[in-house]
Structure formats: C-alpha cells, structure tokens
C-alpha cells in the first residue's frame, strides 16, 4: 500500500504536474491545491481514442491494483496550483529569484504540456506506481502530431514522457522536486502512433538528489527503443532556498 | 556562403524535420520532397503573437543575413516526405525493419511536433545558421500550453527545442541523421513565455558521428538556464542499413 509520506507526495503532485482536483486532494498539502475551477476530467481512464493494445495494458495494470501492490494515477489537464490564491506564496516560497520573472496574465492559461492536445493527436498515457518497488510504469500511446522524421516520434516527445514517467517516480519519494539531469539513449527510432511501455526506476537517494532511470520498450517487450538516466534535485521550502544555488551544486549522475 | 553540400543538406532536412513545399527544394533531394499538398506557410516569420524581445532578435539576426554570414531557415508545419509518393522507398532504404511498423493511415496525419500548436500557444521559434562557424541560434519563445511546475516550462518541451536545434545544426553538417543520445544539464527553471536563446555549436565530425553541444540562455545572455551534448549518427540508404545496428554500436559522447 502507499504510504503515508508517498500519499503527500502524490497530492503535491498531482498539483504540480497533473492538476488534481481539489475534491481527491485532501491533508498536507491541500494548501496548495485549493481552487474552485479545475477541470474534473481524468485523462488517464479509457477513451475512444485508445487502442486495442493501450486498452488491453490498461486492463492488465488495473488487474494488478486489486491487491493494492500497483496504483493506478490519475492525471488531469488544468494546474490547480496556479488558480489558486495560494500561488504567489508557493513561487516565492520555492523559487524566490524568478517569482519576478513569472507572467501573471500568460500564467493564467497555463496548461500541463502533457495534457494540452485534444485526444488521440499528442500525448495519451496513463501511469501506475508500485510503492514497494519503486517503480512507475507508463503506457503511452503517442498521436500523429509528436512526428520527427515522417513516420517516428519526435526525440523531444520522447524525451517529454521520457521526463514526465522519472519525474512523478522522484516526486512520489521526494516530494516537490525539479530535474537537473536527463541524459537519454535513444537506440531505435518508434514508428508513429505506437503503443509503448516506459519502466522507471528509483535507483538511489542520496540527501536531496533523487536518480530514477528508465527505458522505453514495444509492448512485446521485445523492441528496446530507449534508455535513459535522470537526477532529480528536493526543493525545500522551508528554507525559502534558491534554485538556482540547489541545482548548481549538483553533479549529474555518474 | 552556404556550400552546396550544406544546401542539399538543408533541402533534406526541410522535407524530414520541416516540410519544405517542393518550390523551394530543388536539387539532389528534389525527388524525396515531391508533394502537391503541403502548406506554404512559413513559420519562421514573424507573426502577432510573437513578443517584443522575439522581434527584436529576429530582426537582429536577419541584419546579420544580410552579408551571407548567418542564414534564415525557413520552417513549415506539414512534413512533405511522407506525402510524396516516394516516401515507402524512403522509409525502406533508411528503416528496413521499421517500415512494417509504420501506420500508412496515421501517417497521412503525421504533423511536425514542434509546429502542431497554434499560433503562440505552443513553439514559436526562428533559427538562423552560421556555415563558417558551423553554429546555429534558435531563437524561441514558448506558449503556456507549454507548461510543467506552474509557471515553469514543461523539461520536455526544453528538451524538444533543444532536440530540435541541434539535430538541424547535425543535418545541415550530416544531411539525414538520428539523434543517438542526448545528455541535458537543467540548472534553473525557465519562467513560463519567456523568450530565450538555444546557442548550438557543431564540435566534432568522427565517421557517421557528430557532436554537437548547446545551451539555454535568457535574451540578454546573464542567465544560463541549460546545457547540453548530444550524438547523432549519419543514416547512409545506399547499403540499405539497419538503423538499429547503426545506432546500438554508438557510444554516447564522452
């Protein structure tokens, strides 16, 4: 079962990077999530646009959450942290030196990168997290509109789910996190609108340094597509600490 | 002056990473980029929604094109490869084991990642290449749906513009090529619909390997917000290769 420092985890995040509700958000970190306008819409259950293969895998990892060993996570589209009247207080709080920087009017519209394609052209995946293991995995499905050389994905969008899927691995042990390092092998291109699989992995905590590495593979598993390694550094509010002098301070991965 | 070996190189690379109308690509790879209905819309142009300090670089850099030294690189949203009644033959010769793959009805779809946003919402940006240094400076300026920390870009959406950079910087030196690896140090956040400067530098040339490095830099240069490395490995269709053995036996850079 998920623990209760993971459950906090995930309720920071999912108002960071996937914009929960604030209805299913409720402890430490309610805070932060209170707003009255998010959207209520999980992309990460079924929808028409899914294929037979994304379906059948979604099937298969629900399976596995009936004995609470995995746990599927929801995603939503909107960030509830930044409707908030909280908002100001977390940017200054976390990065003291940007908060200046910060578009109020363009923040408005701000919308999870991830979540901003209608279904089916971009990005559809759903994540699920076993606590024991530490392990997340991704089934991703990505539209015709994440095209690099015609007929593949693009390296960026790989890149994207790449950093999305080792991402909510780091915040889920770490808390509010932010990458320094992400260092990506790609071994075969994917062919366009492909279902695949992304494993990810905590390897190690070391103070404030998270490292989460991963793969992507074919749904067979057969077809290793990618490889990557990622460093994640701990913010820490409390010290109204800067980013900057965090993040610089960190070697990446060996 | 670009060389001509840069040109046929460019001539590729608008027809694989930026959809180039046949109009403007005559020559060697003439035959790859045949299309009769691709978008003459050029997005490297200034547009309304681009900002001031967007502008103003753009204007910088075309003064600087005006003696030959630095080149405008056009950009267009539809890939006219995979139109083209060539592109089975260019799918075969470059990805053999890939082709069965491909899904000819969601390829008819297929759209270019970096330009499958409208206007100002997503990646707006202009690239300008040096031939003498072997440099290119991609000026960009990213839209809220863009988004990952509220009122931060989304490490992805980093990744891709950086992706994006220096794999035209590896094409217009390589021609056709395959991002290998791609190694990125974040070292602060980038405020949300900011504009910054992707600096990417061409460092090396070992067989079918190429080196290119970047990084991430606020419009007035004080800030560095990222740095990258990253491999990408010449395809040749002439011995009809396996990209997959290609790229496997390709070490990342050191």
């Not at 932060?32 to 059948?56: A, F, N, T």
């Not at 909107?78 to 908060?99: G, L, N």
Request: net charge neutral; glycine share 8%; with cysteine.
């Amino acid at each position: 079962m998920l623990g209760r420092c993971a459950a906090r985890a995930l309720g920071a995040l999912r108002g960071l990077r996937e914009g929960a509700p604030p209805a299913r958000s409720p402890g430490p970190s309610r805070r932060l999530l209170s707003s009255e306008k998010v959207s209520e819409k999980d992309h990460s259950l079924p929808k028409p646009c899914w294929s037979k293969d994304m379906r059948l895998l979604f099937d298969q990892f629900m399976k596995k959450c009936e004995d609470g060993s995995w746990i599927h996570l929801p995603s939503y589209e909107e960030i509830a942290t930044q409707r908030s009247q909280d908002f100001p207080t977390f940017i200054h709080a976390y990065f003291p030196t940007a908060s200046e920087l910060i578009n109020q009017e363009k923040l408005s519209q701000g919308r999870l990168f991830t979540r901003s394609f209608e279904d089916g052209l971009g990005f559809e995946y759903v994540m699920f997290y076993n606590d024991a293991e530490k392990r997340i995995v991704c089934v991703f499905q990505g539209g015709p509109h994440l095209q690099g050389m015609p007929g593949f994905f693009h390296g960026g969008a790989i890149a994207t789910m790449i950093d999305a899927t080792v991402g909510m691995n780091a915040i889920v042990s770490g808390g509010i996190v932010m990458t320094a390092n992400l260092n990506i092998n790609f071994k075969r291109p994917i062919p366009l609108c492909s279902v695949v699989l992304i494993n990810s992995q905590l390897d190690k905590i070391e103070g404030r340094k998270l490292l989460v590495s991963c793969n992507v593979q074919s749904v067979d598993e057969k077809i290793l597509y990618t490889e990557a390694t990622s460093l994640f550094v701990k913010l820490n509010p409390e010290k109204e600490c800067d980013v900057k002098e965090l993040v610089l301070n960190s070697a990446p991965p060996a």
